[in-house]
């Protein structure tokens, strides 16, 4: 499916001009005369871009830009601006619009902004998402078992008997269990990162989380 722009300027000709040229770039463009037509039309149906006019009657360019920000996170805007509103587009960026253009617009240029900014929010969509499963793996196959590992351990310590012994050793074997998992884990993780990585030289020697399990298994014995 073609990327979606959503093209707002209360000036048909250009609305309609700049709908013509989008879409014999390969683009799927909808158009709006003004800032409340605007959000009506992402309510129904979401851009991924949207060329927003600073200048419109009804409401401006800044309060529409404010209100897609706030209700349509996702959707990226790039003001048009005259001259005379050059310091204003500025302002508009410190609000949250990713570019600006001075009209008259250059439609080149303007294609090469759009899918510019399209790609930038395609890597950094795969960044997020890395991100979020890196953030899961560290929560559920890390940070969780080191936690059970430490309160295994400290149960075990906590028992001295005779008849405890065979509690506290199976509380030892399964914090052993648990830590070669993680090492597991671990060694993936390094080993990814290096291949990901190569071309940065990145040099790491070995995580030993081994050493780890090795002074478990001493205190099984010792048990």
Same mark, same amino acid.
Request: charged share 30%; net charge negative.
């Given at each position: 499916?073609?990327?979606? @722009?959503?093209?707002?300027?209360?000036?048909?000709?250009?609305?309609?001009?700049?709908?013509?040229?989008?879409?014999?770039?390969?683009?799927?463009?909808?158009?709006?005369?003004?800032?409340?037509?605007?959000?009506?039309?992402?309510?129904?149906?979401?851009?991924?871009?949207?060329?927003?006019?600073?200048?419109?009657?009804?409401?401006?360019?800044?309060?529409?830009?404010?209100?897609?920000?706030?209700?349509?996170? &996702?959707?990226?805007?790039?003001?048009?601006?005259?001259?005379?509103?050059?310091?204003?587009?500025?302002?508009?960026?410190?609000?949250?619009?990713?570019?600006?253009?001075?009209?008259?617009?250059?439609?080149?240029?303007?294609?090469?902004?759009?899918?510019?900014?399209?790609?930038?929010?395609?890597?950094?969509?795969?960044?997020?998402?890395?991100?979020?499963?890196?953030?899961?793996?560290?929560? &559920?196959?890390?940070?969780?078992?080191? *936690?059970?590992?430490?309160?295994?351990?400290?149960?075990?310590?906590?028992? &001295?008997?005779?008849?405890?012994?065979?509690?506290?050793?199976?509380? @030892?074997?399964?914090?052993?269990?648990?830590?070669?998992?993680?090492?597991?884990?671990?060694?993936?993780? @390094?080993?990814?990162?290096?291949?990901?990585?190569? *071309?940065?030289?990145?040099?790491?020697?070995? @995580?030993?989380?081994?050493?780890?399990?090795?002074?478990?298994?001493?205190?099984?014995?010792?048990?």
């Amino acid at each position: 499916m073609n990327d979606k @722009i959503l093209v707002v300027d209360d000036e048909e000709s250009l609305r309609m001009s700049l709908k013509f040229k989008l879409a014999s770039a390969g683009f799927e463009v909808d158009v709006a005369g003004d800032g409340e037509e605007a959000l009506e039309k992402l309510k129904s149906q979401p851009a991924d871009i949207t060329l927003l006019d600073i200048n419109m009657p009804r409401m401006s360019g800044i309060e529409a830009l404010t209100l897609i920000r706030q209700e349509y996170p &996702h959707t990226e805007v790039i003001m048009l601006t005259g001259f005379a509103d050059f310091s204003t587009a500025i302002e508009c960026l410190k609000m949250g619009a990713r570019d600006y253009l001075v009209k008259p617009v250059d439609t080149t240029e303007l294609v090469t902004r759009l899918k510019s900014l399209l790609r930038s929010r395609s890597s950094e969509k795969a960044l997020y998402e890395v991100q979020e499963q890196y953030s899961s793996l560290f929560l &559920h196959d890390l940070l969780e078992p080191l *936690k059970a590992i430490q309160g295994q351990l400290g149960r075990a310590a906590k028992l &001295h008997s005779a008849s405890q012994s065979k509690e506290r050793q199976k509380l @030892i074997e399964e914090a052993i269990e648990k830590n070669s998992k993680m090492a597991s884990t671990i060694q993936a993780l @390094i080993d990814f990162s290096l291949r990901e990585f190569e *071309k940065g030289k990145i040099e790491s020697g070995q @995580i030993n989380a081994e050493e780890i399990t090795k002074r478990l298994q001493a205190l099984r014995t010792a048990t």
